[in-house]
């Protein structure tokens, strides 16, 4: 039987090959849909050049982690690394202040929300 963490044995992986499996590329027992897979490759498959062709990420997986800065510029809110702050009690104040500087244009960037930074301050 095929098992999604261990190498498949001799007879598995032609038994795969006749089943139509791609030389290239085995995908063994998976039991859910992944954002990774886990692919054997044989000898074999070493000794050819590889025709795999690499797919750019969807900006718009709901299901992709980003990091704080979206793939299209904007703040990414619901980012964990912000800790809370976003949404905490002063959270409005905090966007306010990130926001500006985030989208800051000024030589010394942030030069422009020192209002929104003392904003936050006396909130915070």
């Known amino acids: 039987m095929l098992h999604p963490l261990m190498p498949p044995s001799a007879r598995e992986s032609s038994l795969w ?3 139509g499996g791609s030389a290239s ?3 063994f027992g ?5 954002k990774d897979r886990i692919i054997f490759v044989t000898k074999e498959d070493h000794e050819t050049p590889s025709n795999a062709e690499l797919v750019a990420d969807d900006p ?3 299901y ?3 990091g704080l800065i979206l793939p299209d510029g904007d703040i990414n809110w619901n980012c964990p ?3 809370g702050m976003a949404s905490g009690p002063c959270g409005e104040q905090f966007k306010s202040a990130f926001s500006c500087f985030h989208y800051s244009t000024e030589d010394v ?3 422009d929300c020192v209002d929104q930074f003392r904003a936050m301050q006396e909130c915070m």
Not at 30 to 34: A, E, K, L, T, V
């Open 17 to 19: 090959r006749q089943v």
């Open 64 to 66: 992709e982690e980003h």
């Open 60 to 62: 718009n997986d709901p």
């Open 109 to 111: 960037k942030g030069s």
């Open 30 to 34: 998976q039991i859910r849909p992944r």
């Open 81 to 83: 690394c912000l800790g």
């Open 25 to 27: 590329c085995r995908n």
